[in-house]
């Protein structure tokens, strides 16, 4: 359980926040409303790093990569349902492009190299994984991948999977929203806060405070 994972977090290193380049490929886009899904560990985080992102309008904690069926947080939490812990971002292409979100995820908002974990969390379920909505986006996506590796931006590979979005599921209510009504829960300050700090000092021109 969540609640119970910060039992675990002194045995982690807080992600410490990588400066990388600006995605070489990211067309302009004239519309004022898209959707992108990402994974990156508990949501709890990665959706609060987001919902300080100006031009994000909206974001919801859910799961992504299984079956409607089974998206549920006891059943996700098995492992064994293909789901991962995601977040829906819904936001203004005019305001920030989806390859700006890219570089906050990469950056501040996980580790990118850690296989099916992400710090104290541990299991496929916490997997590093892009769901694209459209086939831009999966060209920007796989496309700043190869850029990040090639500028050797990590120490080690990559692991974030890139897929087509089937399907996104929000989370229970007691999932939204989590890191702003909890902020000094301990999972919370250590392994989330520093998240949102991260984006604040590194794009001080995209944070906003809510």
Same mark, same amino acid.
């Not at 994984?129 to 590979?157: C, D, G, M, N």
């Given at each position: 359980?969540?609640?119970?994972?910060?039992?675990?977090?002194? +045995?982690?290193?807080?992600?410490?926040?990588?400066?990388?380049?600006?995605?070489?490929?990211? #067309?302009?886009?004239?519309? @004022?409303?898209?959707?992108?899904?990402?994974? *990156?560990?508990?949501?709890?985080?990665?959706?609060?790093?987001?919902? @300080?992102?100006?031009?994000?309008?909206?974001?919801? &904690?859910? +799961?992504?990569? *299984?079956?409607?069926?089974?998206?549920? +947080?006891?059943?996700?939490?098995? *492992?064994?349902?293909? @789901?991962?812990?995601?977040?829906?971002?819904?936001?203004?292409?005019?305001?920030?492009? +989806?390859?700006?979100?890219?570089?906050? !995820? !990469?950056?501040?908002?996980?580790?990118?190299?850690?296989?099916?974990?992400?710090? #104290?969390?541990?299991?496929?379920?916490?997997? &590093?994984?892009? !769901?694209?909505?459209?086939? $831009?986006?999966?060209?920007?996506?796989?496309?700043?991948?190869?850029?990040? $590796?090639?500028?050797?931006?990590?120490?080690?590979?990559?692991?974030?999977?890139?897929?087509?979005?089937? *399907? !996104?599921?929000?989370? $229970?209510?007691?999932?939204?929203?989590?890191?702003?009504? @909890?902020?000094?829960?301990?999972?919370?300050?250590?392994?989330?806060?520093?998240?949102?700090?991260?984006?604040?000092?590194?794009?001080?021109?995209?944070?906003?405070?809510?």
């Amino acid at each position: 359980m969540h609640s119970l994972r910060w039992l675990a977090v002194v +045995y982690t290193c807080v992600l410490g926040a990588a400066t990388l380049p600006a995605p070489a490929l990211d #067309p302009p886009q004239t519309e @004022h409303q898209a959707v992108a899904v990402f994974s *990156g560990g508990c949501f709890w985080g990665v959706d609060g790093v987001f919902k @300080h992102v100006k031009g994000v309008h909206q974001v919801v &904690s859910g +799961y992504a990569g *299984g079956k409607k069926a089974t998206a549920h +947080y006891e059943m996700v939490g098995s *492992g064994r349902t293909g @789901h991962a812990e995601s977040v829906q971002v819904t936001y203004d292409p005019t305001e920030v492009s +989806y390859g700006k979100l890219l570089q906050v !995820f !990469f950056a501040v908002a996980h580790d990118p190299t850690q296989l099916n974990r992400q710090g #104290p969390d541990t299991g496929t379920q916490y997997r &590093s994984a892009i !769901f694209y909505t459209t086939p $831009e986006q999966k060209q920007v996506a796989e496309t700043y991948i190869q850029q990040l $590796e090639a500028a050797h931006a990590f120490s080690r590979k990559i692991v974030t999977q890139v897929g087509p979005l089937e *399907g !996104f599921y929000a989370a $229970e209510g007691y999932h939204q929203n989590y890191l702003a009504l @909890h902020p000094d829960e301990p999972y919370i300050v250590y392994n989330d806060l520093p998240k949102v700090a991260n984006l604040k000092k590194q794009f001080p021109d995209l944070y906003q405070q809510r």
